[in-house]
C-alpha cells in the first residue's frame, strides 16, 4: 500500500539523496486483498447506495501468472543495501569495485541490511482497522 503522498514524499527524498543508479524502496506495509474488499464493502459501499449484504465477496482463487507477492529487494540486492527506519538504498555491485575506486557512503542514519530478501511476503501486513485509517486519511 502506497498512497500518492507517500509516493510524492517518497520520489522528493531519494531525488535529494540520489548519487545516481541505487534504487529506493519504501518499507511499506502491505494488505490482504480480502481485507481490502471487506473495507470497501463496509466503509466504502454505503455511500454510493450499496448494501453490503447484497453484494457478497467471492473467491475465485488465483489466475494464471498471478502472483502471490512482489519481490521488491533479493537476498543478493540486500548485500549491497542500507536501510533506515522507512526506506531501502540498493547500490549497484559495481559500486563497491575497489579497484576503480567506486566507494560510497551511505546518508546519515542509513546501516547495512541483514542479508535476505523484502517482498510482499516477508513485510508487515496491516489489517481492516489499519486499512479504515487509510480510507480516512484519504477523505474517501
Given at each position: 500500500?502506497?498512497?500518492?503522498?507517500?509516493?510524492?514524499?517518497?520520489?522528493?527524498?531519494?531525488?535529494?539523496?540520489?548519487?545516481?543508479?541505487?534504487?529506493?524502496?519504501?518499507?511499506?506495509?502491505?494488505?490482504?486483498?480480502?481485507?481490502?474488499?471487506?473495507?470497501?464493502?463496509?466503509?466504502?459501499?454505503?455511500?454510493?447506495?450499496?448494501?453490503?449484504?447484497?453484494?457478497?465477496?467471492?473467491?475465485?482463487?488465483?489466475?494464471?501468472?498471478?502472483?502471490?507477492?512482489?519481490?521488491?529487494?533479493?537476498?543478493?540486492?540486500?548485500?549491497?543495501?542500507?536501510?533506515n527506519?522507512?526506506?531501502?538504498?540498493?547500490?549497484?555491485?559495481?559500486?563497491?569495485?575497489?579497484?576503480?575506486?567506486?566507494?560510497?557512503?551511505?546518508?546519515?542514519?542509513?546501516?547495512?541490511?541483514?542479508?535476505?530478501?523484502?517482498?510482499?511476503?516477508?513485510?508487515?501486513?496491516?489489517?481492516?482497522?489499519?486499512?479504515e485509517q487509510?480510507?480516512?486519511?484519504?477523505?474517501?
Amino acid at each position: 500500500v502506497l498512497t500518492i503522498p507517500q509516493s510524492v514524499n517518497l520520489v522528493i527524498k531519494a531525488g535529494m539523496m540520489a548519487k545516481g543508479m541505487e534504487i529506493f524502496i519504501l518499507k511499506m506495509p502491505v494488505l490482504k486483498i480480502i481485507d481490502l474488499a471487506k473495507v470497501m464493502l463496509k466503509k466504502i459501499a454505503p455511500k454510493f447506495g450499496y448494501k453490503e449484504e447484497e453484494h457478497p465477496i467471492e473467491i475465485i482463487g488465483k489466475r494464471v501468472g498471478e502472483k502471490l507477492y512482489e519481490e521488491l529487494m533479493t537476498e543478493q540486492e540486500s548485500a549491497f543495501a542500507y536501510e533506515n527506519e522507512e526506506m531501502f538504498i540498493v547500490y549497484p555491485p559495481h559500486i563497491y569495485d575497489t579497484k576503480n575506486n567506486h566507494q560510497f557512503t551511505p546518508p546519515d542514519g542509513f546501516t547495512s541490511v541483514p542479508i535476505g530478501e523484502f517482498s510482499s511476503f516477508t513485510a508487515r501486513c496491516i489489517d481492516e482497522k489499519e486499512i479504515e485509517q487509510y480510507f480516512i486519511e484519504l477523505k474517501l
